[in-house]
């Protein structure tokens, strides 16, 4: 397929005219790490007209998690400084070195903060992805709009400018963040005021860039719902009067070019007067920008969107501009989504039929919702499950973005009221097991933590002590968000055994517990031998002793070769690298004698032709499981991360089940989310007693 073109800046004599104004001096201030968000990932919405995809919500949410991951995995990057993320246009050449643009910087600034409460670490993430453009500002406080990938130094033709879709999804992500998390409303007014100041002309309407000429504008920048979003929260600015121009310059348009289809060009000439027309064919592009294009395509996204959060009275042009956008869509395309031509004529006919872009029939999902569609409107949701073409980071963001709108969790910030969010903690225990003789003490620390709301008082108590044992904290409460030490007390009476103690903590909001695995062994030492117990440790007898599982059915004991050599022997247990999706296991059961210490030794290897530092696609774990096939607990936990050039021992302390018999499970997981494989290699096992 043919790639979106890069923009071209042309804008010679503006450039120079503009050089000598100087940019607003701004102190961005760091906001302070909310406790929790207030519009926690999913925010199921009623839309005010039209229909939902049939799916369940509950299979829609898990459809928007399920891409959120493949996203974030594959184009959000940490880099290039270490405070900084940016998403990357892997896929799509948009900037060298996979770089990013100011537009694929807005939409992510847009996605984070829609999930967080599901992602844990959106707040650190939007604020990465602020920090970049904070530390790539033109002159006019927008961001430079193209960066290389590894330097992020700007390095497009001219002086740095910004460009209007980026810098208004920008805008648009702080004010998300403010709503999500408070202490951005210095950093969102100072951006809407350099915004308003260069971005929009003088009679109201948008620009290209903010250092481009007053006479043109770009459609698919009209993204009215975050129009009303600015208006809504900054006052000082006559955004109203934008929204009013806008809709002026693109009811005009439709009226006199494509009035049966509500087709907008990519780019529009005379915007600052009474009569404004598509631009020229390759005017700003390489491609023809008098019809609809991979600009354009975005318009039936935004238009859909702001129908559905605002209803047929206050977006009456936005909710006939998707239907009609829609009906186009679907008339061109034989209802297929996947026919839906990234180029189209504004008499609704295919420019070039063999150019194809999943994007192009992911935007329609919107507008097919706001025009009440519901066979159609299924249709494109199926069809956004799928990545028929392969696209790169346009089409995969421009998915994640359709998909939270048309799952219903598209919140607007224009409309958001939270409550404070109510107070709630949780509680810890560190180390999570322990062994101690008859008559000895073992201590514990019992941490809290904020979850949500403020620091509230937290009482902490124990039960499950075995006979003879008293517990005691120091403090005995504390304010969540403090630790406290426990101490548990054996007396030479006390039955040697494991036994299960709950720490919990009791505040005002509630109460919440932690575990803590006690083993006690006869004084002296019990009487325990010292002793190797599995069968079969370094696999050298095959499967012996083992229970093994793939899905893909080829299970990991096997003989070791050139590629994956042993630690020892000639055997090893090779779990995944066949670069598709796959789960192998290998298990044993064991009796851990009563009265003893257990340690569980293994060596592992790992290699990964993953290309990602952050990203987790492919896990190694090692559980333990009781009788009945419970986990009780991970006792391993690596990952593709964990690659390194030869083997190294891995320990883990297996005490707490001393007098039972468990079973150790060895899984390897590999998703293929990110394109590489990686191999998890274990030999020479042992759970050694003393």
Request: proline content about 5%; hydrophobic content about 30%.
């Amino acid at each position: 397929m043919k790639r979106r073109s890069q923009r071209v800046l042309s804008l010679a004599t503006g450039i120079s005219t503009l050089a000598g104004c100087v940019a607003l001096a701004v102190a961005h201030t760091a906001p302070v790490q909310a406790a929790g968000p207030n519009f926690a990932f999913p925010q199921h919405q009623t839309y005010k007209v039209g229909v939902v995809p049939s799916a369940s919500q509950s299979t829609r949410d898990a459809a928007v998690e399920k891409q959120y991951n493949s996203w974030k995995s594959t184009y959000l990057v940490h880099g290039c400084a270490s405070n900084e993320y940016y998403v990357s246009t892997k896929g799509d050449g948009d900037a060298t070195n996979n770089g990013p643009v100011s537009e694929g910087q807005g939409y992510g600034m847009n996605i984070v903060p829609l999930m967080a409460g599901y992602d844990a670490g959106a707040q650190t993430e939007f604020n990465g992805l602020w920090q970049l453009v904070k530390d790539h500002e033109d002159q006019y406080g927008m961001m430079q709009w193209q960066l290389d990938g590894k330097t992020c130094k700007y390095y497009s033709g001219g002086t740095p400018d910004g460009a209007t879709d980026g810098d208004l999804d920008i805008g648009y992500g702080l004010i998300l963040a403010d709503k999500q998390w408070g202490g951005y409303t210095s950093d969102a007014m100072t951006w809407l005021n350099n915004f308003y100041n260069h971005n929009v002309a003088p009679d109201g309407h948008l620009k290209c860039e903010d250092d481009g000429p007053n006479t043109d504008t770009r459609p698919s920048d009209h993204m009215i719902d975050h129009l009303r979003a600015y208006a809504a929260y900054d006052t000082s600015h006559d955004w109203n009067k934008v929204i009013a121009r806008t809709e002026a310059v693109d009811g005009s348009l439709v009226s006199h070019y494509s009035s049966s289809y509500g087709l907008l060009s990519d780019f529009v000439v005379g915007a600052d007067g009474s009569s404004p027309k598509p631009a020229p064919a390759n005017y700003q592009e390489n491609q023809p920008d008098n019809i609809v294009g991979y600009n354009s395509i975005r318009v039936p996204w935004h238009m859909g969107t702001d129908a559905l959060l605002n209803g047929s009275s206050t977006a009456a042009f936005e909710l006939s501009e998707a239907q009609k956008w829609s009906a186009c869509a679907k008339k061109v395309s034989g209802s297929n989504p996947a026919n839906v031509y990234p180029h189209l004529n504004l008499n609704c006919t295919g420019y070039n039929t063999s150019d194809v872009a999943e994007e192009a029939g992911d935007s329609i999902g919107p507008s097919a919702m706001a025009a009440g569609d519901q066979a159609w409107t299924d249709t494109i949701w199926n069809y956004l499950q799928t990545n028929p073409y392969g696209d790169g980071y346009y089409g995969e963001t421009i998915k994640t973005l359709v998909m939270i709108v048309m799952a219903g969790d598209y919140w607007s910030p224009a409309s958001a009221s939270a409550p404070p969010p109510t107070n709630d903690f949780s509680v810890s225990a560190s180390p999570a097991s322990g062994s101690v003789s008859q008559g000895s003490s073992a201590t514990v620390s019992v941490s809290t933590a904020v979850t949500s709301g403020s620091a509230e008082s937290v009482a902490l108590s124990a039960s499950g002590l075995p006979t003879g044992a008293t517990a005691s904290f120091n403090p005995a409460s504390v304010n969540s968000g403090a630790s406290s030490t426990l101490t548990i007390a054996t007396s030479s009476s006390t039955p040697a055994g494991t036994y299960a103690v709950t720490v919990t903590g009791t505040a005002s909001s509630g109460s919440h517990t932690a575990s803590y695995s006690l083993t006690v062994t006869a004084a002296g030492g019990g009487g325990c031998t010292p002793a190797q117990l599995l069968a079969n440790p370094g696999f050298e007898s095959g499967a012996v002793s083992w229970t093994q599982t793939s899905t893909l059915g080829y299970t990991p004991i096997t003989k070791a070769t050139s590629a994956e050599p042993s630690h020892s022997g000639s055997w090893i247990a090779w779990f995944n690298g066949n670069g598709s999706k796959d789960t192998d296991t290998a298990a044993q059961s064991v009796t851990i004698p009563a009265g003893c210490s257990a340690t569980l030794t293994y060596w592992l290897h790992i290699d990964t032709t993953e290309n990602t530092t952050t990203a987790k696609p492919d896990t190694f774990t090692v559980q333990v499981l009781n009788s009945s096939g419970t986990v009780l607990a991970t006792v391993g936990s690596f990952s593709n991360l964990n690659a390194n050039s030869g083997y190294s021992q891995q320990t883990a302390n297996l005490s707490a089940y001393a007098g039972q018999t468990v079973t150790l499970k060895f899984i390897g997981s590999e998703t293929d989310t990110s394109g590489g494989t990686t191999n998890s290699v274990i030999d020479d096992t042992a759970v050694t007693t003393s």
